[in-house]
């Protein structure tokens, strides 16, 4: 078990490096430059003259070269610093934690419609003897998934929104306004989990185990419950873990369309001026949540399956 975690604690701290790094070499390939696109109107409309334009450069460490400026971000990021902002010089730590919470209530309003949708629709599917049914509900997956975020959240606001006029289309005051915002993330994520978990369900249910299970007169409710489910859930479990990075990336569109403030209007705004360290913030921010995420998962693996920690799956 000590060497499973230890082989997962370094693979998370591979990631983490990977994510500074590609996003600051993204980053710093972009055309352009962040300090002349932000005082390329200056602080009061006019352009800033070369010594304050030069003087901002060394403020923001960019009159280093690359190399240097990548050890000394990298060093600071180790202590979760990650300088000020560009665009209005805020701590970048502090803008991602006032930003957070919008962004987390509507990722976790998210993730319980896509788990509600996508577990009922598998379950359902797999369980009915009702043909059309179950062609129905195993067609819907692949419907949804292919439905763009941004398309899902305007039909929702033509029609629950400006059509029924049941539901508020903008803002974040209540928790009417997170309906759907959430339901918007969570029909294409749901979409895939049913997708993942029916087709394991399905396999389960052929297994030996489930058929010498029936033979012994154990209830259909009982195998698909207590046997096959459980053993269902490791595929979908893994799913789970990398839809929430969907979710948060999907977070940029939905508070886009709903006009909430959050992460994603942050990135959006960031991105616009080329906000170096904002942005780079926010990438290490969602790396550090995807492997924390995942961390879980592995700890909740082997409840679920004790082989893994003996080494029979890596």
């Known amino acids: 078990m000590g060497r499973y975690l230890l082989r997962r604690a370094a693979t998370a701290v591979g990631v983490l490096w990977a994510a500074f790094t590609v996003s600051f070499v993204v980053l710093y390939l972009l055309p352009g430059d962040p300090i002349a696109t932000m005082a390329s ?37 180790l202590s979760g610093d990650f300088g000020t902002s560009i665009q209005n010089g805020q701590d ?41 049914l179950r062609q129905l509900l195993l067609a819907l997956p692949s419907l949804a998934v292919s439905l763009p975020v941004f398309w899902v959240g305007l039909l929702l606001v033509q029609v629950f929104a400006f059509g029924l006029g ?8 209540g928790p009417a306004a997170l309906v759907l915002p959430a339901v918007t993330l969570g029909l294409p994520t749901g979409a895939l989990i049913a997708q993942v978990l029916a087709k394991s369900l399905s396999q ?11 033979a012994k007169g154990v209830g259909r409710v009982d ?19 990398h839809v929430l990075g969907n979710l948060l990336a999907g977070s ?5 369309v ?9 990135t959006v705004s960031a991105v616009g001026v080329q906000d170096i360290p904002v942005v780079q913030g926010i990438v290490v921010f969602a790396a550090v949540v995807f492997v924390l995420v995942n961390l879980a998962v592995d700890l909740i693996y082997p409840l679920l399956d004790p082989r893994i920690t003996t080494g029979a799956t890596p």
């Open 204 to 214: 389960a249910l052929d297994d030996p185990y489930a058929v010498t299970a029936r």
């Open 41 to 77: 109107g200056g602080l009061d409309g006019e352009p800033l003259p070369p010594d304050q334009l030069a003087a901002l450069r060394a403020r923001y460490g960019f009159d280093q070269p690359v190399i240097v400026q990548y050890g000394q971000r990298l060093w600071a990021a």
């Open 166 to 173: 049941l539901l508020p289309s903008v803002g974040a005051g």
């Open 92 to 132: 970048v730590r502090a803008a991602i934690l006032e930003a957070l919470p919008p962004t987390l209530q509507i990722t976790l309003a998210g993730l319980v419609v896509a788990v509600l949708f996508g577990g009922t629709v598998a379950l359902v599917g797999t369980y009915t003897r009702v043909p059309w």
């Open 223 to 241: 195998i698909h419950l207590r046997h096959a489910l459980r053993n269902a859930a490791l595929p979908a479990l893994t799913v789970l873990a």
């Open 252 to 256: 940029v569109v939905v508070e886009t």
């Open 258 to 266: 709903f006009t909430r403030p959050g992460l994603g209007r942050l």
